[in-house]
């Protein structure tokens, strides 16, 4: 079935240890995302790549890093986790970077930082 | 910047009653405007996409409308059912600046529909 797959579905870790999210498509679609939901404040987007080889930052990227090295995946890093990156992470993606596209999303991972 | 608000933050309805989600926007310059549902401890699915220059889109039971120039879109659910329980967001798409066109999402509406 095409689609968007995470791994880990959920995870705890923990403070100062370096975790890598990762996401793969394979519909084929140029653009891809990374979302944090937390309650109260909603989604929000960490850093999004409009087709391979480039990235760019969203609303907070402070202590994530990606990479996209080809069209499936898009692995999100926390370098050194801290507590109050504890959150679900959403991976996403849409046919184009351009704006008339739909996006769709994975399934998320649960993160738990201690 | 742009901001996207979903009321009511909760809503509980009996089965067979026809309701009406409600989203609003700051900025209208917006390219296109998509609603999800999202169900417990899962991802988002997309229900509808509606491009700037549209004002409404169907999909069975769902209507979507949206009027760009107040800011508003809603979402009417027709009939509804159990398994319509779920959280209901809606995101705005615009420009972000470096070739960048990125969704904003509203809190979410959480719809409890009571047989």
């Known amino acids: 079935i095409a689609g968007i797959t995470q791994a880990p579905t959920s995870q705890i870790l923990a403070a100062g240890r370096r975790m890598t999210l990762r996401c793969t498509q394979d519909?084929?679609?140029?653009?891809m995302y990374w979302y944090r939901q937390d309650l109260g404040l909603g989604l929000r987007l960490i850093h999004y790549?409009?087709?391979?080889?480039?990235?760019g930052k969203g609303e907070v990227p402070d202590g994530y890093s990606v990479s996209r090295a080809n069209t499936d995946d898009f692995p999100l890093t926390l370098a050194s986790a801290v507590p109050s990156q504890t959150s679900v992470y959403f991976c996403?993606?849409?046919?184009?970077?351009?704006?008339?596209?739909?996006?769709?999303f994975g399934p998320g991972t649960r993160l738990t930082v201690l | 910047k742009q901001e996207v608000t979903q009321i009511p933050a909760a809503l509980s309805v009996p089965e067979g009653e026809n309701l009406v989600l409600n989203c609003s926007f700051t900025?209208?310059?917006?390219?296109?405007l998509q609603w999800f549902r999202q169900d417990p401890g899962k991802g988002l699915t997309s229900l509808l996409l509606?491009?700037?220059?549209?004002r409404e889109q169907t999909s069975g039971r769902l209507n979507a409308s949206l009027d760009k120039s107040s800011g508003r879109s809603t979402l009417y659910i027709a009939a509804s059912q159990p398994g319509d329980s779920a959280t209901y967001l809606c995101?705005?798409?615009?420009?972000?600046?470096?070739?960048?066109?990125?969704?904003?999402f509203g809190k979410g509406t959480k719809l409890s529909v009571i047989p």
């Open positions: 996403a993606s849409s046919p184009w970077g351009a704006p008339y596209n739909e996006q769709f």
């Open positions: 519909m084929r679609h140029n653009a």
């Open positions: 790549s409009n087709t391979a080889g480039t990235t």
């Open positions: 900025d209208s310059a917006i390219y296109n």
């Open positions: 509606i491009q700037s220059s549209q």
């Open positions: 995101a705005v798409r615009d420009y972000s600046g470096a070739g960048s066109y990125q969704l904003t």
